[in-house]
């Protein structure tokens, strides 16, 4: 099998046709496929059903002599805010228990900047003239969107295999509009990089001019592993304050891809001068969470460990739907030459780069043959990826026979976009 | 039994010696005991905890076609709406069920006006130099709580039998800085006054001079009679789409009150213009609500029949409490003439006013007594009660023993504070 680039025009034009003849047939099966988002498949649901039922009795409510069905205890269930603090490796004190979603805890975060500032801020960031962030990309569109609501700059920093261009981020956090950056340090979104130690280091270790800063540590798939064993990582409030830096960084996680996606427990862990003051800002805006939610996952994950068992059984459902991603791509893309992609351990995604100029079309593509993929160009700020290369492949929710599939298609799409594009 | 404004100083002298002993000898007791928040006994939770094993096999989870397990369905499940829509009078459309708090959602509603504006603003309203807020009082103190954190300047509104004020409110919208109201109209936080179909009409007709003006409907009791059968209400949504004013409002409710306080569901409900501003702005925040606490809802209320057969239950647990409440203040207080109170219906509490200048006195006598209540003054904007008069009692959550001995405690603190006043 030869790469595309090396063909000869003819040889292009051949294998185009034969390319198209295939695609029109899986065209015809009017196929309806979804590997848009990272969402958990009914397997792994149905496995963790079981915690629903596990509070029964009204004795099963007490926990931590509290009563979790009444109003009370606005950072969270003593024993959750534990639970969490294991698993990051931080101390209880430094957790906040919430709602069921992480990621409008995060959105909370930054609109508190906006309303009322930041700990250490001179003013309300709505106050300022400009806003400037550090967006390592590609990235999860999501944390994008926030910014891009509150009318942020968003600066694009290039993803290295260790992390974001610290060389990069160095040198823009001189400017003192830049406040602050979005990171997903372990098993980034999408392309599953595992940030490394110096990478850490650098972070937790950085200057801004701006001295309220706000470092947004996404640890979304803190113990998401799908290949291999739990890969311990650092606490990234001890790194920061071994430079001084406690006050920057809130980290963020949840168990909506441990228990349930959007009905699970999510939290924020940040310095006691944080949480004293962060609390007094949403003392005002809500009384307590579901502290009924937080004590079926303590009950039902009891701890660390028990997270790593489950985890596991998880990665028995998810690692063979990689596998069966990173085959197709090795078998159908890889000889042709038209794209390259991360061979991630945890995570939720396979992040592909085609050849410059086709993420678009291959889409399209996709999308036409009956199979949704996420929008290319949605891993970067303002939706615009400067090579129109980077798509994510979000493998989790389609069950293995429509799997195979829907890699079928987006094979066949990638090759006839690179194709037409050859051939234009 | 003489008032106390009848007597002379030395039978007053009299009647303090009397109850100076009354009091030290409870302050003895070294009591325990809360009337502060309106908290929901251990007996409603107790009854309500049958909703939650309610979800048991997997096929429990789909409904409305939708697996209530995974992300999606940002504005609720449909059935869930549907529910609502029922209790409000108002279309499944016009509703967004959200998380477990009704005063996250809106928190959330002041915060977007300020970051993003309303769907009519000409800017956000921290671009304003100043935001004014009409505040019904006595009122719902985390409401001016919520105005207080944004900077509002607060004007306070005396309440009537029927209401607000409105001869005064339909002075103050003539200003231009006046952005909004707080109103609990039925039941109302704390004086259980339910609004006149005269006040409402003329709410939902208002015309403001700021077009943006936003009317905040805390319908927070709209099924929460004890005394009594369940009271029809007008739709508010209706009402002031009658006078063109469909996008003033929104309205706000939550099951705190009928199955869990912090664990319930919570929902907004507002214009299909409203519905689609705010549902771009909350696509960027949040996901999906938890449909899985939804869904136990829906299987376990099913309709307005089942909600009101439900309050029906709340109402032979709490209405002996009430009752209680009512004749410790006619035996105890009425007779010396120290206080006066509403007799409600419905809702969550009893507001007294006292004499003018001792309820301050009072509450500190309370305390030191062992007996937590609502803060004097915290019924209106920024904590002062310019007649340091009203006192909220809350009598849902202590078990109807401590109960009597709470009521005692309050009504020999009132005595004593009014004793001391006159006599000094």
Redesign the interface.
């Given at each position: 099998m030869k790469k595309y680039a090396e063909m000869t025009r003819s040889e292009l034009e051949l294998e185009r046709a034969e390319v198209q003849a295939k695609y029109d047939e899986l065209k015809a099966k009017k196929l309806s496929l979804n590997m848009a988002?990272g969402?958990?498949g009914?397997a792994q649901?149905?496995m963790t059903?079981e915690m629903?039922?596990i509070?029964?009795s009204?004795s099963d409510?007490m926990c931590d002599g509290i009563?979790?069905?009444?109003?009370?205890n606005l950072e969270g269930l003593p024993s959750c805010r534990a639970l969490f603090a294991e698993l990051l490796g931080v101390k209880p004190e430094n957790v906040f228990c919430g709602?069921?979603?992480s990621?409008?805890m995060m959105?909370?975060t930054i609109?508190k900047c906006?309303?009322?500032g930041r700990v250490n801020s001179d003013k309300?960031w709505?106050?300022l003239d400009k806003v400037k962030w550090l967006c390592p990309a590609p990235g999860y569109d999501?944390h994008f969107?926030?910014s891009q609501?509150?009318g942020m700059e968003m600066i694009t920093v290039p993803m290295t295999s260790e992390g974001p261009d610290m060389d990069l981020v160095e040198e823009l956090i001189r400017d003192g509009d830049v406040r602050g950056m979005w990171c997903v340090p372990k098993y980034s979104n999408p392309d599953g990089i595992v940030y490394s130690a110096e990478t850490i280091r650098r972070i937790a270790s950085m200057k801004p001019a701006a001295k309220d800063f706000l470092l947004m540590w996404d640890n979304a798939y803190c113990v998401h592993e799908f290949f291999g064993d739990y890969l311990p990582f650092p606490d990234i409030l001890g790194e920061c304050a071994k430079y001084g830096n406690e006050d920057m960084v809130f980290e963020f996680a949840s168990t909506?891809k441990i228990t349930?996606?959007?009905?699970g427990v999510s939290v924020f862990a940040c310095s006691e001068h944080n949480m004293e003051y962060v609390k007094k800002?949403l003392t005002?805006?809500?009384?307590?969470?579901?502290?009924?939610?937080q004590l079926r996952h303590v009950r039902y994950l009891r701890d660390k460990a028990g997270v790593l068992a489950l985890m596991k059984r998880h990665a028995a459902i998810l690692g063979p739907k990689f596998r069966c991603v990173l085959d197709w791509l090795d078998r159908e893309i890889a000889p042709r030459g038209i794209a390259q992609w991360q061979k991630p351990n945890g995570g939720y995604f396979v992040s592909v780069n085609t050849m410059p100029g086709i993420a678009k079309e291959t889409w399209r593509l996709c999308k036409e043959a009956g199979l949704t993929m996420t929008g290319a160009g949605a891993t970067f700020p303002y939706g615009r990826d400067p090579k129109d290369s980077n798509m994510r492949v979000a493998p989790s929710l389609p069950p293995t026979e429509q799997l195979e599939q829907a890699m079928e298609v987006y094979c066949i799409s990638m090759r006839l976009a690179a194709l037409n594009k050859l051939l234009a």
């Open positions: 988002r969402k958990p009914k649901l149905d059903s629903m039922d509070l029964k009204d409510y009563d979790v069905r009444n109003y009370g709602g069921t979603a990621l409008q959105y909370d609109a906006y309303t009322h309300p709505a106050k999501r969107a926030i609501s509150f909506s349930f996606p959007g009905a800002l005002v805006q809500v009384i307590s969470y579901d502290k009924v939610n």
